[in-house]
């Protein structure tokens, strides 16, 4: 029989035959490693304990104490587990996919009635019987006619389909959880006692088209989640439940600041309140901007597909763009435009009017433009993805040895928003070369290299996303961290040696000769909208005070108080404060309850004594203790607050 040779973890190697087993090499190594091992990785690939190992390899065993491969396991196991159980209340109801997905599983289901809360209580805890049953998990390879014989006898035409669907005449890997049966590629579990009975939970129910295509069955996808403990689990839950609590859309409606209605959907309706965040954000990045050095612009919404052709957006990004047509009357034909998705095609045309000398470069042209991009109404999600938006976009036009410098001059300028803005922590992710790409590859050479150059130039720890760069040139994208650990993909930084080319941009060096510049694409926000977002999740709406819509309520505990709180109220405006009057005929407790659901971040209450004494009483948002002060001192405090921390 053939020998095999397989290196293990720590540099040894054996010699086993040929067709060897991860369990049978687990046994061979110690009695107690085979009984604890799940699974294994060979030559980096997840291996099934079951699987025989036919050439020379590495080989790693893995246990419960490895995380990422128990997880994966345990989160594969419970989709086939609540699968089962489906099948089993419910043995009318046709199965097609249950994946793994993060912190946890899904699998959609075709069933006449709709799933209830109701029902997934029930589910989980037929799902705890098949765990405590402890079923063997196993697994044969079958051929394709013999599989299709197979779900065509028990009527699951969904998985006939799969397989009719899967390239080539390969044989295909069957898995039997006890008495039932899926087809899947695996890797499993050795029985259905090892997923952890108390560390996984049923979330909702959602709707799903089978393939992803609207045109064919709706099914009902039930989603849930699975870790390797309990504790975990209890972690993940009150994780949920404090972004619950923070979600914006939520925040939204208590605080006034927007709305969306189905008249214009993923189109935001800005409330006063909202707008005000918006403005006080726009005008702080317009000053960081200025002081940069960039110059700003304004570019139609509205361009002809002509420009969208030769920028290649017509053929690569049509379907999400927003086509119109119209009569030109004096030329007596139909005429195509869009609304643009982007700005970029039109700042070249900017940079295009004149002659443009090495000595202009680089030329840095920045818009706070409005774009509007076909997103599918299933994933709209509030301010975080909208059809309608406004990017902080700006391009920077200069040569490839410019490259680095500006790179280096943009992360430190990200870097100051990013911390006035709440965000003190956030990762650079270098995407390189992929495989389809325009320019040569010195050129590419150059621009990977001068990004990571000014990259270390600010600091030290970035991520490479090999193959993952633009066609047109590599990219850096910078990930938020917020107060809760999640994180936001927001701002991002692109070389592109492409569309200067197609859109004819071109500068006279130092030679005489025209040169076609370097575009460089880069925003820090992303979008207004999607950034204010992610800033009020971070704060729980309670945003510093500089960009707080409603900065002070002067609230009257009597109704002899009011014309005093009227006078303290215009007063906090003269000095620039956003300040209102509540001279309401309500306790003062109730005042201050609902201004604090409001996220108010000053409460100024005013009785008889304090119109006596000349002063205030202030209450700090979501601190109990008040503090009693003379009118000219809160007004001089509060108005060093309200100062942008770029103008401190």
């Keep these: 029989m053939a020998q095999i040779s397989l290196t293990f973890p720590d540099g040894n190697s054996r010699d086993y035959a040929a067709g060897v087993t991860p369990a049978e090499v687990a046994e061979s190594i110690a009695s107690s490693l085979a009984k604890k091992a799940i699974s294994a990785s060979v030559n980096g690939a997840h291996w099934d304990l079951s699987w025989p190992i036919e050439g020379d390899a590495e080989i790693a065993i893995h246990t419960m104490k490895d995380a990422e491969p128990a997880l994966e396991l345990i989160r594969h196991d419970c989709a086939h587990i609540m699968a089962r159980a489906v099948q089993e209340i419910w043995p009318e109801v046709k199965v097609t996919i249950g994946p793994v997905i993060e912190n946890g599983f899904y699998y959609d289901f075709d069933r006449a009635e709709p799933f209830t809360p109701e029902d997934l209580g029930v589910i989980e805890a037929k799902m705890k019987e098949i765990i405590n049953r402890r079923d063997p998990v196993t697994t044969e390879i079958w051929e394709r006619d013999r599989a299709i014989g197979f779900y065509k006898a028990n009527n699951e035409p969904y998985k006939v389909e799969l397989i009719e669907s899967i390239p080539g005449d390969e044989p295909l890997r069957m898995y039997w959880h006890g008495h039932w049966q899926d087809l899947c590629r695996g890797p499993h579990l050795q029985h259905t006692g090892q997923v952890p009975a108390d560390a996984f939970k049923l979330m909702k129910v959602a709707g799903a088209y ?25 972690a993940h839950m009150t994780f949920l439940e404090e972004a619950e609590k923070r979600d914006h859309r939520r925040l939204g409606r208590e605080m006034e600041l927007f709305h969306f209605q189905e008249e214009a959907p993923g189109m935001v309706f800005w409330h006063p309140n909202g707008w005000s965040i918006y403005r006080e954000l726009e005008d702080y990045m317009r000053r960081k901007l200025t002081r940069a ?17 030769a920028s290649g957006h017509w053929d690569k990004y049509r379907e999400n763009m927003y086509i119109t047509e119209i009569d030109e009357e004096h030329a007596n034909e139909k005429r195509t435009n869009a609304l643009k998705p982007m700005n970029c095609p039109c700042h070249v045309q900017i940079f295009n009017q004149g002659i443009k000398s090495y000595r202009d470069l680089p030329l840095r042209l920045a818009e706070f433009g409005s774009c509007h991009r076909y997103e599918a109404h299933g994933a709209l999600h509030g301010l975080m993805r909208v059809r309608g938006f406004t990017q902080d976009d700006a391009h920077i036009f200069c040569t490839e040895d410019q490259i680095e410098a500006e790179c280096a001059r943009f992360i430190d300028l990200l870097s100051s928003i990013y911390r006035d803005t709440g965000f003190s922590e956030f990762d650079i992710k270098l995407s390189t070369r992929p495989e389809i790409r325009v320019g040569s590859d010195e050129i590419w050479d150059k621009a990977e290299s001068a990004l990571e150059k000014a990259i270390l130039s600010v600091r030290n720890d970035y991520e490479i996303d090999p193959g993952e760069g633009a066609f047109y040139g590599p990219k850096l994208d910078f990930k938020l961290t917020d107060a809760i650990g999640r994180e936001w993909q927001c701002g991002t930084f692109q070389a592109d040696f492409n569309l200067p080319g197609r859109l004819d941009a071109n500068y006279i060096g130092e030679d005489g000769a025209k040169h076609r510049p370097v575009m460089l694409h880069r925003a820090i926000l992303g979008s207004f909208e999607r950034f204010i977002g992610i800033m009020i999740e971070n704060y729980s709406g309670k945003l510093p005070f500089w960009l707080a819509p409603r900065q002070v309520v002067v609230a009257a505990i009597v109704s002899e108080a009011d014309d005093y709180v009227r006078e303290v109220t215009q007063r906090l405006k003269e000095a620039g404060i956003r300040a209102e009057a509540d001279i309401r005929n309500e306790k003062i407790n109730y005042k201050v309850r609902e201004h604090s659901v409001g996220k108010v971040p000053v409460i100024l209450a005013i009785g008889r004594k304090e119109v ?12 109990k203790q008040t503090s009693v002060l003379p009118v000219d001192q809160i007004i001089a405090d509060l108005t060093d607050e309200a100062i942008p921390p770029d103008l401190k």
């Excluded at 609207?214 to 699975?226: C, D, E, F, H, K």
């Excluded at 110059?295 to 597909?305: A, C, G, L, S, Y």
């Excluded at 006596?612 to 601190?623: A, F, K, M, P, Y």
Aim: glycine share 8%.
């Design 293 to 309: 050095g960039y110059q700003e612009i304004k570019t139609p919404q509205v361009v002809d597909r002509k420009l969208w052709e």
């Design 210 to 234: 089978w393939r992803g295509d609207s045109n064919r069955p709706q099914l009902q996808r039930i989603y849930g989640v699975a870790f390797q403990n309990r504790d975990q689990l209890k």
């Design 612 to 623: 006596e004494d000349r002063t205030v009483t202030l209450r700090r948002l979501g601190e």
